[in-house]
């Protein structure tokens, strides 16, 4: 399947896109996007100049799952967001986009890629503690109770890094992630 970047989508793709986002967001944390407008800016923002992305377009030519990523500091690029449409998880597609964004980031000279995964949830035992309070053993000891995204990213080789206590609300952390590219 086909991997183009964003800016080649015309209107009803992009448009399409906002929608399997809506739905994909919904799943993974229920008040990220509150609507398709919502949606719909994620996608924005990722057109800007100084982003890159990648969409997997199916044999139809469809848009079915997109990253982005850019410059966040020196040598560190941040990945925000991926998504693929529900009905087209776990076949591999997640990986891939984050493999080819990666690529590019290290092209333009990236050493990290970083990225913040939020619970809000409660998938994880990260959720609904204090994160001031003995923040390293925590993170050292981890458990996921439901699928969450963190352990995709495990999967691909991100090691986390840190956490944000309270970053969507008291006791809903962001969990830091990171890979060496
Ligand atoms: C997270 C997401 C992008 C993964 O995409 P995907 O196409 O389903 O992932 P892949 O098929 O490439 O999976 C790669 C590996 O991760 C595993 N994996 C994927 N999602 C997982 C989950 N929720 N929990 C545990 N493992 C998972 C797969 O089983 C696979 O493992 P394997 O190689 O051992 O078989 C997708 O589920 C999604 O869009 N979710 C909603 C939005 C979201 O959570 N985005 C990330 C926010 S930080």
New binding site residues.
């Given amino acids: 399947m086909a991997l183009v970047a964003l800016d080649a989508l015309g209107k009803n793709d992009l448009e399409h896109l906002a929608h399997l986002t809506l739905a994909?967001?919904r799943?993974?944390a229920p008040e990220w996007l509150p609507d398709l407008d919502a949606a719909r800016e994620e996608i924005s923002d990722a057109l800007a100049a100084d982003k890159a992305s990648r969409v997997v377009l199916n044999p139809r030519r469809q848009p079915i799952?997109w990253v982005s990523a850019g410059l966040s500091w020196e040598r560190v690029w941040e990945l925000h967001?991926?998504?693929?449409a529900i009905e087209?998880?776990?076949?591999?597609?997640?990986?891939?986009l984050v493999r080819e964004i990666e690529r590019l980031a290290k092209e333009a000279g990236a050493l990290t890629m970083t990225?913040g995964?939020s619970d809000t949830i409660n998938a994880t035992s990260l959720s609904g503690v204090d994160l001031y309070d003995d923040t390293f053993k925590r993170l050292a000891n981890i458990e996921v109770h439901s699928?969450?995204?963190v352990?995709?990213w495990r999967?691909?080789g991100y090691q986390i890094v840190g956490v944000i206590p309270d970053a969507e609300g008291p006791g809903k952390p962001s969990i830091t992630l990171a890979r060496r590219l």
């Fill in positions: 994909a967001a799943e993974h799952g967001p991926l998504i693929v087209h998880q776990r076949r591999g597609h997640g990986l891939r990225l995964t699928s969450h995204a352990d995709f999967r691909a």
